[in-house]
């Protein structure tokens, strides 16, 4: 029987299957962060994850380096990063929570084509627009700017926002609202009054999910910004190990400082992530 | 007698669009003159200082040859007359050093004319926005080499505003009056509104923009089409009731389009020009031919777009195929009822989806480093040879597919648990009670609750994995020479890497949109189609 324990051998090679698959999942993971802490700009010295040596040094010259203007460097990159990141969650989130409340609740002509066409720009590549883009950022004076990226990635988060809120919105029970609208409230109120205040799990999510993708991106922010002082974080990082000079302490350093705080929000709402994504496709 | 509101509010959508258009030809047309008058002064300065004398208002300059400088050979130096004597140009010494040099410089590398010794210089418009042009001619005057001239910035021309608000008073009254004075059928008031759109041609007549008056003339004759239909009548009426639901999709929509829809528009449109050394050229479907031909390259060559696409659909294939076999595996092992810390199983083997995958990316490049690189110290200490990894195709495109394996299987991972949940453990008892093989229970009862869930997300995973640019760009670059591109990766180089051929990308963008599209559509269709069966 299933429920029942199985022979020893095969619970002996389970385990033995899942241990060494985690080791090939946190190898490298543990190689950074070994990185991170063990002197010398190689990538390895030995395949040992352990560190023979300890230093900070990574950690220092990544907080210390000055910049043309004397700036210290990654400050003003994590900076520009926050920015840019918490920019991004306020539009994206704002703008999308209406739409998707529109297309929960109300039947209008166009609604499905509506709907399919937020589904089908999510699959869009982002490389694919990034060269009209960057022509008509150039031409509205919006390269190395912080707004020009904040638009892009507001648009980039917007689809998955609408679809992943509507998916919030049609579970909510549609009692209220008529009770609501026959003691006569506006529909504006009722979305503002009942809906946002029942939402705020759903808000959340897409909330890290816009600030992820602003956080985490990186072939945009390296084609747009071009300005040291203008660079984001993962520009700062993957400028660290170019073909001509690779530093992977620093690499590592940045890696681990950068990582952190997404993957605790990542852990924190990761439940939520997968069912906004294949609710959205199924129903598309 | 015609609605007269109804009238005036199909004046204004007609007008909008006309304003527009009219709006763009001024533009252009501005341009244009402008740039001739900046260009036509700037050679004349150039072609009189070449022989000595100086313009006025133009800035023009005798530049010798460049001689190596004293302390760093490495740098040449040159040196100009302005007119008073003859210094050298160094940084900072001039308003315009920095362009003259460039400019002297570039005169330099141009080919020679046949049956000349030395070029006959070029001149163009400055790519700055100010305006101005600059010359470069050969010089006559002994000592001198070349005579450069730049114009002095000019404001653009101002625009007719108080032309266009007259225009659209005439063509407001114009409309409303066809309204009041037509009869039921209504003719005379689609007359007033195509002779109210038509007076916004008139400008675009006296700047001689054909185009443009073409296309006013065009909207005005399909917006009293639309009137006599009673299509704009039915949309209005059809705004007015769903009014409270499109103000709650606009913040999103209008953003959506002017920057999703907008740019796709723009990059379908710049697949039929080649853009050379600043200059855009329209080329027809010749980008097009140019790709889908493979460029007259062998069908092996790295640059050839059916080597590029073979390499596209063997990486998507081979990942999506490890991502399902690894994620749905793990699944199952970590769905068995017996096992203990599932939840810390779980935990460690979402990891590698939350870490940034451009982090992941770079963190496996550095894995593959022939020299340094972790995996062969790893072979080493296992008395193996190492590899260089990015000198060989195989070896280079498996390191991607490792990266990407890595990166990419959490996701099914956690769909094909998600999905494995739904199932009732009474169907498994039901199987057991009936003697039901461990494999049988796998493809009669797992499989075909796995699949709906599987469908979207391997339809999803392709799309994806087909635009996976970070990993490819990233960790082989393209090594070697270019051979592991996939599409996207070899589009970004053809815009930003080879001379900024924007054309030939945004032809390539668009050819992977169309790819893309095909496989959504019909690809969706056979994922249904499977569920239907099972």
Request: charged share 15%; with cysteine; glycine share 6%.
């Given at each position: 029987m299933r429920s029942q324990r199985p022979r020893l051998i095969l619970t002996i090679l389970t385990y033995a299957a899942l241990i060494v698959l985690v080791a090939v999942v946190l190898y490298p993971v543990l190689l950074v962060c070994k990185k991170a802490f063990e002197p010398g700009r190689q990538f390895a010295i030995s395949a040992s994850p352990i560190p023979t040596d300890l230093t900070l040094d990574h950690f220092g010259e990544l907080f210390t380096t000055r910049g043309g203007n004397g700036e210290l460097l990654f400050l003003r990159h994590a900076l520009n990063s926050i920015i840019v990141a918490l920019l991004t969650t306020v539009v994206g989130v704002s703008l999308s929570c209406t739409a998707a409340y529109a297309l929960s609740?109300?039947?209008?002509?166009?609604?499905?084509?509506?709907?399919?066409?937020?589904?089908?720009?999510?699959?869009?590549?982002?490389?694919?627009?990034?060269?009209?883009?960057?022509?008509?950022?150039n031409k509205l004076n919006l390269l190395n700017s912080i707004s020009g990226l904040v638009l892009v990635y507001s648009t980039t988060a917007i689809?998955?926002?609408?679809?992943?809120?509507?998916?919030?919105?049609?579970?909510?029970?549609?009692e209220l609202e008529e009770a609501a609208r026959i003691d006569g409230a506006s529909p504006w109120m009722i979305f503002r009054k009942i809906i946002l205040p029942l939402s705020r799990p759903a808000l959340a999510v897409t909330g890290l999910f816009s600030f992820m993708t602003a956080w985490n991106e990186f072939i945009m922010a390296s084609t747009f910004m071009t300005n040291q002082t203008r660079y984001t974080l993962p520009?700062?990082?993957?400028?660290?190990?170019?073909?001509?000079?690779?530093?992977?302490?620093?690499?590592?350093?940045?890696?681990?400082v950068t990582s952190l705080p997404v993957m605790i929000a990542f852990y924190v709402l990761q439940k939520y992530l997968v069912g906004g994504l294949t609710a959205g496709a199924v129903k598309g | 007698m015609t609605n007269v509101f109804g009238q005036l509010r199909d004046f204004a959508i007609g007008a909008a669009l006309a304003l527009l258009i009219a709006t763009i030809a001024f533009v252009a047309v501005r341009n244009k003159e402008l740039a001739e008058r900046q260009l036509d002064l700037s050679t004349r300065a150039a072609i009189a200082?070449?022989?000595?004398?100086?313009?006025?208002?133009?800035?023009?300059?005798?530049?010798?040859?460049?001689?190596?400088?004293?302390?760093?050979?490495?740098?040449?130096?040159?040196?100009?007359?302005?007119?008073?004597?003859?210094?050298?140009?160094v940084a900072g010494s001039h308003a315009e050093a920095k362009l003259i040099y460039d400019a002297a410089n570039r005169f330099d590398q141009l080919p020679f004319p046949y049956g000349l010794p030395f070029s006959s210089g070029f001149s163009e418009l400055l790519r700055d926005g100010t305006g101005r042009a600059v010359t470069v001619v050969p010089a006559?005057?002994?000592?001198?080499?070349?005579?450069?001239?730049?114009?002095?910035?000019v404001p653009p021309a101002p625009y007719p505003l108080l032309v266009v608000i007259g225009l659209l008073g005439l063509g407001a009254a114009l409309s409303a009056a066809g309204a009041l004075a037509s009869g039921a059928n209504g003719r005379v008031a689609r007359a007033g509104t195509v002779f109210a759109i038509s007076v916004?041609?008139?400008?675009?007549?006296?700047?001689?923009?054909?185009?443009?008056?073409?296309?006013?003339?065009?909207?005005?004759?399909?917006?009293?089409?639309?009137?006599?239909?009673?299509?704009?009548d039915r949309v209005a009426s059809g705004i007015r009731i769903h009014r409270v639901a499109l103000s709650f999709l606009a913040p999103a929509a209008i953003p959506m389009l002017v920057l999703v829809a907008a740019p796709f528009v723009i990059g379908l449109v710049l697949g039929f020009y080649d853009h050379h050394h600043g200059s855009w050229a329209y080329v027809g479907l010749h980008n097009f031919g140019e790709i889908l031909s493979g460029g007259g390259r062998a069908l092996d060559d790295p640059l050839n777009f059916w080597f590029i696409f073979g390499v596209t659909v063997l990486w998507t294939v081979a990942n999506v195929a490890f991502h399902v076999a690894i994620g749905v595996t793990l699944a199952l092992l970590l769905s068995r009822t017996w096992l203990r810390?599932?939840?810390?199983?779980?935990?460690?083997?979402?990891?590698?989806?939350?870490?940034?995958?451009?982090?992941?990316a770079l963190i496996w490049k550095g894995m593959f480093d022939s020299e340094y690189g972790a995996l062969n110290q790893l072979l080493d200490s296992f008395g193996l040879d190492s590899v260089s990894w990015f000198s060989s195709w195989a070896t280079s495109f498996s390191a991607n597919v490792i990266t990407n394996t890595w990166l990419g299987f959490p996701f099914m991972m956690v769909v094909a648990l998600g999905a494995l949940e739904t199932i009732p453990k009474e169907i498994y008892e039901a199987a057991d009670v009936d003697g039901a093989s461990p494999w049988q229970r796998f493809r009669h009862i797992t499989l075909p609750h796995l699949r709906p869930s599987l469908g979207p997300a391997v339809a999803l995973g392709s799309i994806w994995t087909f635009n996976q640019f970070n990993v490819i760009y990233l960790v082989s670059a393209g090594a070697p020479g270019g051979s592991t591109n996939i599409l996207?990766?070899?589009?970004?180089?053809?815009?930003?890497?080879?001379?900024?051929?924007?054309?030939?990308?945004?032809?390539?963008?668009?050819?992977?949109?169309?790819?893309?599209l095909l496989w959504t559509v019909f690809g969706a269709r056979i994922v249904r189609r499977k569920d239907d069966e099972s």
């Open positions: 609740r109300f039947r209008f002509p166009g609604r499905k084509t509506g709907l399919t066409m937020f589904l089908v720009v999510q699959m869009f590549p982002a490389t694919l627009l990034l060269l009209p883009l960057y022509v008509i950022l689809p998955f926002c609408v679809w992943t809120l509507k998916g919030y919105f049609d579970s909510l029970p549609r520009v700062l990082i993957q400028s660290t190990v170019t073909e001509f000079s690779a530093d992977w302490g620093l690499f590592a350093a940045g890696a681990v | 200082m070449a022989s000595g004398r100086a313009l006025p208002d133009v800035h023009a300059v005798l530049v010798s040859t460049p001689t190596p400088s004293a302390k760093h050979p490495y740098l040449r130096q040159r040196r100009i007359f302005d007119g008073e004597s003859w210094r050298p140009l006559r005057t002994p000592g001198a080499q070349l005579a450069i001239a730049v114009t002095p910035e916004l041609a008139i400008p675009c007549v006296l700047w001689q923009a054909w185009i443009a008056t073409t296309l006013v003339l065009l909207v005005a004759g399909a917006i009293a089409l639309a009137q006599s239909a009673r299509v704009t810390g599932k939840g810390v199983f779980r935990m460690l083997f979402i990891l590698p989806w939350a870490v940034p995958n451009y982090i992941t996207v990766t070899d589009a970004y180089r053809w815009a930003f890497e080879r001379g900024e051929r924007y054309g030939m990308a945004a032809a390539y963008a668009t050819i992977i949109f169309g790819i893309l």
